[in-house]
């Protein structure tokens, strides 16, 4: 990862919209109110242009609309956002294989296709690695008061998929291998828990919960602790990161 040589650092952040069980997703809420905070400025560092949209929830389209977006907007990181039922707190992934499941899960997207035993990327390798600083984000969540652990499972529903997709692209185009210092932006995966008004159903109770402002506060951290990763050079802080009780 190369230290920044410009004036500001620019962040693409992206969310789905109601999909299977979950009628208000938190990642949408979320893109909904960093649309309305459109630069980011803090103390002693560049200042951040978040460039946010809301993707469909549909296999393959949410790749290609995710991809013509780095395209389109050149940014310096990515962020996609999803959730995951059942977690208590923000989690970070940080592998996506290449691998759809759904009908494992009973789910079927927008288009009501439901992929099993597919792989994302016909000829892709079986998993890429996030290149999001995932130690210094979690170090910098918890620090704020912020639930959050480093994930080894985004599942084989649509955030894997649409994770998988990105990186490839970018890994792609770039034509560098994941990994290796310099060779491509920071491309990652943040899931969400479920929002209350979802737990608070019926068939949900005992669901785990965060607020849609805590889920922005804990979005807009990472994205503070990305560009800290930015401009300094770095590749991630080298501390352990203790995990405890990830579902």
């Not at 208000?24 to 309305?36: E, F, G, H, M, R």
């Not at 103390?43 to 951040?48: A, Q, V």
């Not at 899960?105 to 690695?129: C, I, L």
């Not at 930015?230 to 501390?239: A, E, F, K, P, Y």
Request: net charge neutral; proline share 6%.
């Amino acid at each position: 990862m190369k230290t920044l040589n410009k004036d500001k650092v620019k962040v693409l952040v992206t969310g789905f919209g109601p999909y299977g069980n979950t009628t208000i997703n938190p990642s949408l809420a979320v893109v909904k109110k960093l649309q309305t905070m459109p630069i980011l400025t803090q103390e002693n560092t560049l200042p951040i242009e978040i460039v946010s949209r809301q993707v469909s929830c549909e296999f393959n389209k949410c790749i290609k609309e995710t991809c013509a977006y780095i395209d389109e907007f050149h940014p310096d990181a990515v962020i996609m956002l999803g959730e995951y039922p059942g977690r208590s707190m923000i989690t970070i992934e940080r592998v996506a294989i290449n691998y759809n499941d759904s009908t494992r899960y009973g789910v079927k997207d927008e288009a009501g296709y439901a992929p099993q035993g597919t792989k994302v990327v016909d000829d892709g390798p079986a998993a890429y690695f996030s290149t999001l600083p995932l130690r210094r984000i979690v170090t910098e969540l918890r620090a704020c008061g912020i639930p959050a652990d480093i994930s080894d499972s985004a599942g084989t529903l649509m955030c894997n998929h649409l994770m998988y997709g990105a990186l490839h692209h970018v890994n792609s185009t770039t034509k560098a291998r994941v990994g290796k210092q310099g060779d491509v932006i920071p491309v990652g995966w943040i899931h969400l828990p479920a929002l209350p008004a979802m737990a608070a159903k019926e068939e949900n109770l005992g669901m785990p919960s965060m607020t849609a402002e805590l889920s922005t506060q804990a979005v807009l951290t990472a994205i503070q602790s990305i560009a800290k990763d930015l401009q300094s050079g770095n590749t991630d802080v080298d501390i352990p990161v203790k995990s405890r009780l990830l579902v």
